[in-house]
């Protein structure tokens, strides 16, 4: 009995020795195993903290230690990489102040023609933050001056200046409004008008679009159509020319070939009805002068016809004088009649007798031998001329005066050699 009593006592009290014994070597063999940070590899943004080989752990935040380049800055400063690697995570660890927020704060200010060029850039010095304004900007070609950046920072097109119309491309059909071309706008709406390419004409009128103005600004066929030659007609002195029926601003000048009938004339010239129908505009072909402005050879006897006469040829315009006119048997040169024309017998040549004549005192027009009859001498030595019964005013006869003793009057005696006929007067 005692025995059992005794073994069966004893065998629960090993049993709870041994377990103890097992837990407690468990836990020194848990704590020899367990992961040490050494052998933790931070990651991104994160360095080992020091003495990491005596601190038990698996992770980065019992290993590691954050840097800046985890941190995010607040409003008003902005990052600097150079500040990445450092420990730390606030503004002042990693962060620089940014410019805007410095001259908000009163750090700096820029002057009156100079603004903050970029807010989140790094800097607390007007020589580091501020920039020129748009004021001072002169914008380049196809750009204006954009009202709206005046006071703002910068220096180029982009920032200071609005694109113009100069910069955007019209659709066929289209051309720039003039008005616009120089005034900011990007849309064909803006700056593109209608031009006269998209009309048509009416063709069976004779009308069409001359090519000065098939790039100009319309907005009706009207403002882009005139008329041709092809339907003009031509007036009086004027004949169709069909290879100008394409031109425009129809007139006879335009359209039409031009005949002698319609040429003006100078003042005193006369039309040359020969060459009426001729085709030309020149007065030297469809008009004459007047004789007086042609020079006729005086050494070879010639003399002008004078203004009652036109042309332009010695043919027409000069004659031959008397004085070189041979005279026939009997006759004799007529001294006052040299530079008469045209010659011939009766006008240049007189009796022989004339020059006897001439001696004589020739009564006037008016006078009659008649009146002579009181004085025998006067009787005498006078004579008188008549023009000759169906003869031209320049043939004349001369006759002397004879006095008549036993009737004591001065008579006509045209017998004998008392009279003589064709004396030039």
Request: proline letters at 5%.
């Amino acid at each position: 009995m005692g025995a059992k009593f005794g073994c069966g006592l004893l065998l629960p009290l090993l049993a709870s020795s041994v377990n103890l014994r097992a837990s407690v070597e468990g836990l020194q063999s848990s704590s020899d195993t367990a992961p040490k940070c050494a052998a933790w590899t931070c990651s991104r943004g994160y360095v080992p903290k020091p003495g990491r080989g005596a601190i038990t752990g698996a992770s980065d935040q019992v290993c590691c230690d954050k840097t800046c380049s985890l941190f995010n800055c607040s409003s008003g400063y902005v990052a600097n990489e150079a500040y990445a690697h450092n420990l730390g995570f606030s503004d002042t660890q990693c962060c620089d102040r940014a410019c805007g927020a410095a001259e908000s704060a009163g750090i700096f200010q820029c002057n009156a023609s100079q603004a903050v060029g970029n807010s989140l850039k790094a800097g607390v010095s007007a020589e580091k933050c501020c920039d020129n304004i748009c004021d001072l900007h002169q914008c380049g070609p196809l750009w204006a001056p954009n009202p709206e950046a005046k006071t703002l920072p910068g220096n180029t097109d982009d920032k200071c200046c609005l694109p113009t119309c100069g910069q955007v491309k019209c659709d066929p059909g289209y051309i720039y409004d003039e008005l616009m071309i120089e005034k900011p706008g990007t849309t064909k709406e803006q700056c593109c008008v209608k031009s006269c390419e998209l009309f048509t004409c009416d063709a069976a009128r004779g009308f069409s679009i001359p090519k000065k103005k098939q790039s100009q600004k319309a907005t009706t066929a009207d403002d882009c159509c005139e008329p041709q030659c092809r339907h003009h007609e031509c007036g009086p002195g004027w004949l169709k020319d069909v290879s100008k029926d394409d031109l425009f601003e129809p007139t006879d000048e335009t359209c039409c070939l031009q005949q002698c009938e319609s040429v003006h004339c100078p003042t005193e010239w006369r039309r040359d009805e020969a060459n009426k129908d001729k085709i030309s505009s020149s007065q030297d072909v469809c008009c004459l002068p007047p004789c007086s402005l042609h020079s006729c050879d005086a050494d070879a006897g010639m003399a002008n016809v004078g203004d009652a006469v036109f042309g332009r040829t010695a043919d027409r315009c000069c004659q031959t004088t008397c004085s070189k006119h041979q005279c026939p048997m009997g006759m004799t040169a007529a001294a006052s009649r040299i530079a008469s024309f045209p010659a011939s017998d009766g006008l240049c040549c007189e009796p022989k007798g004339c020059e006897e004549f001439r001696k004589l005192k020739k009564l006037g027009k008016d006078a009659t031998c008649n009146s002579l009859s009181k004085d025998e001498a006067a009787c005498t030595s006078s004579y008188t001329s008549y023009p000759l019964s169906g003869k031209s005013a320049s043939m004349t006869s001369w006759v002397k005066c004879t006095y008549d003793k036993e009737s004591l009057l001065c008579r006509l005696d045209d017998k004998g050699g008392n009279e003589l006929k064709g004396c030039a007067d």
